[in-house]
Nanobody, 124 residues
């Protein structure tokens, strides 16, 4: 499975962006999907998860109330709608396919396929 993330860019604090991640070479509907991010000088962190059907989602505390993860299985694509952006949201954002099941949605070890990342920069 190859993942191509897009939609990043430069946005002012308080603004919005929608990230997309399209898959090829595989069917995303078979898997739960996640978004992670890595800020400069920091470790990668979990942002959001969505189940195979899209009925269940899970968010990092930093994303709750501001970000929404969604998916379109017909388009083999997962999205991350980000609002009320803050400077601390500046990071490279990665989509990933979860191939292992555990209670921790944010455990990177459970995700096997990763996109190349898209840069989000929030100016204050």
């Amino acid at each position: 499975v190859q993942l191509q993330a897009s939609g990043g860019g430069l946005v002012q604090a308080g603004g919005s962006l929608r990230l997309s991640c399209a898959a090829s070479g595989g069917t995303l509907s078979n898997y739960g999907l996640g978004w992670f991010r890595r800020a400069p000088g920091k470790e990668r962190e979990f942002v959001a998860f969505i189940s195979r059907s899209g009925e269940s989602t899970n968010y990092a505390d930093s994303a709750k109330g501001r970000f929404t993860i969604s998916r379109d299985n017909a388009k083999n694509t997962v999205y991350l709608q980000m609002g009320s952006l803050k400077s601390e949201d500046t990071a490279v954002y990665y989509c990933a396919v979860r191939t292992r099941i555990s209670r921790d949605y944010g455990r990177g070890y459970d995700y096997y396929y990763w996109g190349q990342g898209t840069q989000v920069t929030v100016s204050s």
